[in-house]
C-alpha cells in the first residue's frame, strides 16, 4: 500500500514539473534580420514569477519520502506532512534565491515605433540612450 501511495505522489511530482517547464519566458522577435534603435528603459525581474515552481515540487517530494521513514501509524502521517511542508518550503526558498534575472527593455525604434524585448542574462554593456541592434528577440548595443 505503501508503495502505491509514494507512486502516486512521484508521479504528481513529474506531471507538476513538466508544466512548469512548458511556460514562456517572454516575447521575443522572432525575424532573424537586425531591426536598430534607442532604449528608452530597462526593467529587472526574476525569471520565476509564480509560488509554485520546480523547486517547490521537488523539496515537497523529497521532503515527504524522507519524513514517510519516520515513525508509524498517526506519526508516520504526521512526519510525512511535515516532511512535505518543510522540503516545499526549503525548496522554493532555493528556486527563488537562484532564480534567472530578466530584463525589459523598452527601445524606440529608427520607424518611430516602440518595441519591448524581454530576455535572460546580463545586459550590463545596455544603458537608457545606447544604440541597438534587435535581432532574434535580443538586444544587443551596436
Same mark, same amino acid.
Given at each position: 500500500m505503501k508503495t502505491?501511495?509514494?507512486?502516486s505522489i512521484v508521479a504528481l511530482a513529474v506531471v507538476l514539473i513538466s508544466g512548469c517547464a512548458s511556460r514562456s519566458s517572454g516575447q521575443m522577435d522572432s525575424?532573424?534580420?537586425?531591426?536598430?534603435?534607442v532604449v528608452?528603459?530597462?526593467n529587472m525581474s526574476n525569471a520565476s514569477g509564480s509560488i509554485i515552481n520546480a523547486g517547490t515540487v521537488i523539496g515537497? &517530494?523529497? #521532503? @515527504? *519520502?524522507? +519524513?514517510n521513514q519516520i515513525g508509524s501509524g498517526n506519526g508516520?502521517?504526521?512526519?510525512? &506532512?511535515? #516532511? @512535505? *511542508?518543510? +522540503?516545499a518550503a526549503i525548496g522554493n526558498s532555493v528556486e527563488n534565491h537562484n532564480a534567472a534575472?530578466?530584463?525589459t527593455i523598452q527601445v524606440?525604434?529608427?520607424?518611430?515605433?516602440?518595441?519591448t524585448i524581454t530576455q535572460k542574462g546580463s545586459?550590463?554593456?545596455?544603458?537608457?540612450?545606447?544604440?541597438?541592434?534587435?535581432?532574434?528577440?535580443?538586444?544587443?548595443?551596436s
Open positions: 502505491i501511495h509514494m507512486i525575424r532573424s534580420y537586425a531591426t536598430y534603435g528608452q528603459s530597462i515537497g &517530494v523529497v #521532503g @515527504a *519520502v524522507a +519524513g508516520n502521517t504526521l512526519a510525512t &506532512v511535515a #516532511g @512535505a *511542508v518543510g +522540503g534575472q530578466m530584463y524606440r525604434m529608427d520607424n518611430g515605433n516602440y518595441e545586459v550590463a554593456d545596455l544603458r537608457v540612450g545606447d544604440r541597438v541592434r534587435i535581432q532574434n528577440g535580443y538586444a544587443y548595443r
